[in-house]
Structure formats: C-alpha cells, structure tokens
C-alpha cells in the first residue's frame, strides 16, 4: 500500500508562485512513476505534469508548460510542482498520483495507469 500526502496549496494573485510536495514514503517509491492531476469545479480531473522513475524525464499538458516544473526527490520519496506564473484558470485541487512499481523510462500521462492518490490540496489563483 502507497500512502501519498500532499501539502503546500494555498491562496495567491494571478502571476504569483507556489510549491506543491507529495510525500510518498517507502522502499519502492524510486520504482514508482509519479504525477500530478488536477480538478477544477464542475470540471473533470486533467493531466498537469508526470516524472518517470528514474527522474530523467517529464511531461507536461500543453496548459502549463513553460509554468511549471516537476521534480523528485528519491532520496527522501517526495515530489514537487514549482507553479510559476499562476493564471485564474490554474485554480483546482491537486492531486499527487503513483503507478504500481514500474521500471519506466518515460514519464507516464494516463489517469487510468495510477493506482495510488492523494487527498488533494486547493490551490486557488485570485484575478
């Protein structure tokens, strides 16, 4: 079982920053591909950024890349998303997500693929 713990959302102005951590602790988490979704009101959860395992790869939806960055840090089993220049339209719960031990060298993008979720955390991005 993968028990995955977000933190850092909050409340910023449009153009503002914030740092999402997803603490995920265990043996296998350097085997493990990592993402982050999101889900806004009314809206269905969406893509954001993935990491393959051995953090030499990302992905990112066209919507946010060139904003944020994903990385991962093995030695302590956490993963982060650097939010930069913040838009309105970034407001949502954001959820950390973990695929079963996988030796991937590509950074995985499907929801159907991850296993294991977060709580989630609000970011809320005010104009």
């Known amino acids: 079982q993968v028990q995955l713990v977000e933190s850092g959302g909050g409340v910023v102005q449009a153009g503002g920053s914030l740092r999402l951590s997803c603490a995920a602790p265990?043996?296998?988490?350097?085997?493990?591909?990592m993402a982050w979704f999101r889900q806004a009101p009314g809206k269905e959860r969406e893509f954001v950024a993935a990491?393959?395992?051995?953090?030499?790869?990302?992905s990112y939806a066209d919507s946010v890349k060139g904003r944020f960055t994903m990385f991962r840090d093995n030695a302590n089993d956490t993963v982060y998303l650097q939010m930069d220049s913040l838009k309105p339209e970034d407001t949502a719960v954001y959820y950390c997500?973990?695929?079963?031990?996988?030796?991937?060298?590509?950074?995985?993008?499907?929801?159907?693929?991850?296993?294991?979720w977060g709580q989630g955390t609000q970011v809320t991005v005010s104009s």
């Open positions: 997500a973990a695929t079963r031990v996988s030796y991937t060298s590509i950074p995985v993008t499907a929801m159907g693929r991850y296993g294991y």
């Open positions: 265990g043996r296998t988490f350097g085997s493990r591909a």
């Open positions: 990491i393959n395992p051995s953090r030499t790869s990302t």
